[in-house]
């Protein structure tokens, strides 16, 4: 029964996974690009970069199987599905830097809020590309 339930809900959690170790290159590179590109500019940069690892991840691991078409289609049709959950996890972002001072001091709090509030469509939306994607 656990391993029939772990295994219906395995994609979800590989999805985690790989959103939780993102949140860590998005940290990461936010930490690297902050001091030139600002709150902003930087967290542009660093979503960019965690988003390239979900992809990776999630095409190698989560969703793994045979694939059909352009890998470089794939990825961008990946990442403009992705802009839309970005969207979601950066206003939630600049929603806590402007709200909390705890925040502005240390934003990778923030970053930690963004994804998680748009880790639902994010899931969906990847879920329907890489499944969809197979041959």
């Known amino acids: 029964m656990r391993f029939a339930l772990l295994q219906r809900f395995r994609s979800l959690i590989l999805f985690c996974v790989s959103g939780g170790l993102a949140l860590f290159v998005d ?3 936010l930490a ?5 590109l600002g709150n902003y500019g930087g967290r542009a940069v660093s979503f960019l970069a965690a988003a390239t690892f979900t992809w990776l991840f999630n095409r190698n691991i ?19 599905s992705m802009l839309v959950g970005g969207a979601i996890n950066y206003g939630a972002y600049a929603a806590s830097l402007q ?4 925040v502005r001091t240390q934003p990778a709090w923030g970053v930690a809020i963004g994804s998680l509030v748009g880790l639902v469509f994010n899931y969906l939306s990847a879920r329907r590309i890489m499944k969809g994607a197979r041959g």
């Open 62 to 80: 989560t969703f793994r199987g045979p694939k059909e078409g352009s890998v470089l289609k794939e990825y961008l049709s990946y990442l403009s």
């Open 99 to 102: 709200a909390f001072e705890a």
């Open 32 to 36: 690297l690009s902050r001091p030139w």
């Open 27 to 29: 940290i990461g590179v």
